[in-house]
């Protein structure tokens, strides 16, 4: 099979690899980098387990070349905790109830997050549409919607008070 | 209200708040960070990829398998097909005493579901064995199927099952589950209004969001290690969603042979195609119930004939099937009943548990049959059910005197909250003795 030279930014890290060529960026994170956080649910772009964030934007993994990738920004849920500090989404989640299997939840995250870099002050509405590509099966929404919200009041506390 | 705690008078106290207050999951941190390891989520050297060849038929026998061009695709390491299952039974229901084994691990003579099992192709890399896969070749003779329960069960219905010789599955002698309490005849004929109703449902999809799978790695003399989703083994681990849907331990027997033939790590996936197609549903069930009623609002007969959709194999279902039967009639005390429950085989994907599979479905006759008997007689459909709902010392009809009876006290709380205005009588009528 063709290889591929590919070269992105993962979670800050600069990464160079040859990669089959046509394979998914999903492939790329979970075969090639060992990074299994990002989930597989159906492979055909209908589920969202597999969102990551690409230059700000929520991506399904398994929809993206690896190879259109190159000089891309790309953050999987590794990318939220470093200095092993938990990102307001992580904590909204835990104490919300708003993860069961957890299968979902990296995905679900990512598509918040993304929300919420954009736009601090989300309406429940902007949340529900934020999500809308991304089922849960065990959960409910309810729990998962709350927590978004929740940590969307929280970082804005966080950024009021070191403003 | 008054609450029933004299059969929890060592178990509950007064001051557990738990109910309604959110707790942190002791897993959560895990699946918050993406650190919780499910079973795919793990790479070995050397691991081989398997998928399957399925049945395109309902119904059909396998004439040849031609497995020569598919292990032509570079990649394709080996393609089994029933020769090569040396037990070829699926035998772990018959571990929950569910028997007899009625399904191949690949079939050999007959396919006897759209989905089924064929031929394993085992290769280097997904692509591949999805290309070795398609370039298996099956010749089929189709065979005439059958798709409705009652139609199965009429005399010159294609045999969907030869383990079973019948197109239903027997017990202890019996052509069905079944329960008799008085004379239901007799109860119907003295009955002011008698009604049959028929109530329908489909096979539901627990559609987890991790489709089932395994990975079976051969560890040094002759052991293995299989790290699969199964809720059979792991009720409590990582699993991405299971809702019954991942107890038939489907996956695992072929990835297990195929990893000691191969002696090479197998994973087996199911594509969310195959989630959809093959995994096991909740059956479908086709329920009538009949019921003798009197003017003033008492059940005096209730006759159910009820028949669970089994699919090709029997999976869960004779089970669920007798769960249906002791969840017959429902929590109401009626002095004639007779109840037959059918598992029944047809050529549909072979279903099994899910969520109180055997009691949910008829629990949803069973409470719109209820409110319409109540609309018949004009009376309201609280108080209809308060007024025949068990009493503790009544017989039931499984021949089982009733303890710890608590519906009227539900239905109570609930008319509460709903405010829901119920009728003066039955704020004295309690589960604990029947009023004179
Ligand atoms: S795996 Fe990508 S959307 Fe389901
Ligand atoms: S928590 Fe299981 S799919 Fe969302």
Not at chain 2, 69 to 96: E, H, M, S, W
Not at chain 2, 266 to 280: G, I, L, N
Not at chain 2, 410 to 430: G, I, Q, T
């Amino acid at each position: 099979m063709t290889k591929v030279a590919v070269q992105f930014t993962l979670n800050d890290e600069e990464q160079n690899e040859f990669v089959d060529s046509g394979s998914t960026l999903l492939a790329v994170l979970r075969g090639k980098l060992g990074l299994y956080s990002t989930k597989a649910g159906c492979h055909q772009g209908s589920c969202g387990a597999c969102t990551v964030i690409i230059d700000g934007e929520p991506r399904l993994s398994c929809l993206t070349l690896a190879q259109r990738c190159t000089g891309r920004m790309i953050t999987t849920i590794e990318g939220l905790t470093r200095d092993g500090a938990l990102h307001p989404l992580q904590q909204a989640f835990m104490e919300g109830f708003a993860a069961q299997c957890g299968f979902c939840t990296p995905g679900m995250i990512l598509a918040a997050k993304s929300l919420l870099d954009r736009n601090q002050s989300p309406s429940r509405d902007d949340v529900i549409d934020a999500i809308s590509g991304n089922i849960c099966r065990c959960t409910g929404y309810e729990p998962i919607i709350a927590a978004v919200l929740a940590a969307a009041e929280q970082m804005r506390a966080e950024m009021k008070k070191s403003a | 209200m008054e609450y029933r705690k004299d059969y929890f008078t060592d178990a509950r106290r007064e001051d557990l708040t738990e109910v309604g207050v959110t707790r942190r999951r002791s897993d959560v941190l895990g699946h918050v960070t993406g650190k919780t390891q499910y079973y795919a989520d793990r790479n070995f050297a050397g691991l081989l990829h398997l998928k399957m060849v399925r049945s395109p038929h309902h119904h059909a026998r396998i004439k040849s398998i031609d497995t020569s061009k598919a292990l032509k695709v570079p990649g394709v390491l080996r393609v089994l097909t029933a020769k090569d299952v040396p037990q070829n039974i699926y035998t772990i229901l018959c571990l929950i005493q569910v028997e007899p084994n009625d399904e191949p691990v690949l079939a050999f003579d007959k396919v006897r579901y759209r989905g089924e099992q064929v031929a394993a192709v085992l290769a280097d890399s997904e692509v591949a064995a999805r290309a070795g896969a398609g370039r298996v070749k099956v010749v089929y003779e189709e065979l005439p199927a059958v798709f409705d329960v009652e139609e199965a069960l009429k005399p010159g219905a294609p045999l969907v099952n030869e383990y079973h010789g019948r197109n239903y599955f027997t017990y202890e002698g019996h052509h069905c589950r079944r329960v008799r309490f008085g004379n239901v005849d007799e109860g119907l004929a003295a009955a002011d209004h008698v009604i049959e109703e028929m109530y329908q449902s489909s096979p539901i999809e627990h559609a987890p969001t991790e489709t089932t799978g395994c990975i079976v790695v051969p560890d040094q003399n002759d052991r293995y290690t299989c790290y699969s989703n199964t809720q059979a083994l792991y009720f409590t681990l990582a699993v991405g969603g299971g809702f019954g849907g991942k107890v038939d331990v489907i996956t695992e027997p072929i990835a297990f042979l195929s990893a000691m033939l191969t002696k090479r790590p197998v994973k087996y996936e199911y594509t969310r195609e195959e989630e959809m197609q093959v995994s096991s549903p909740r059956a479908a069930e086709r329920i009538y119930i009949k019921d003798g009623l009197s003017r003033d609002g008492r059940i005096l007969a209730r006759k159910v004939r009820l028949y669970v959709d089994a699919g090709a194999y029997s999976r869960h279902s004779p089970y669920g099937t007798t769960k249906a039967a002791a969840h017959m009639p429902g929590p109401y005390t009626i002095p004639h009943v007779s109840v037959d429950c059918h598992c029944v085989y047809t050529n549909r994907t072979p279903s099994s548990a899910m969520r109180g599979f055997g009691v949910t479905i008829g629990d949803f006759a069973l409470e719109v049959q209820m409110d319409k008997l109540a609309r018949l007689i004009g009376m309201d459909p609280m108080e209809f059910r308060i007024l025949n709902a068990y009493r503790d010392g009544d017989m039931k009809a499984h021949h089982k005197q009733v303890e710890g009876a608590a519906l009227i006290e539900c239905v109570k709380a609930a008319s509460d909250l709903a405010h829901w205005p119920l009728a003066e009588r039955c704020k004295a009528m309690s589960s604990e003795k029947r009023e004179a």
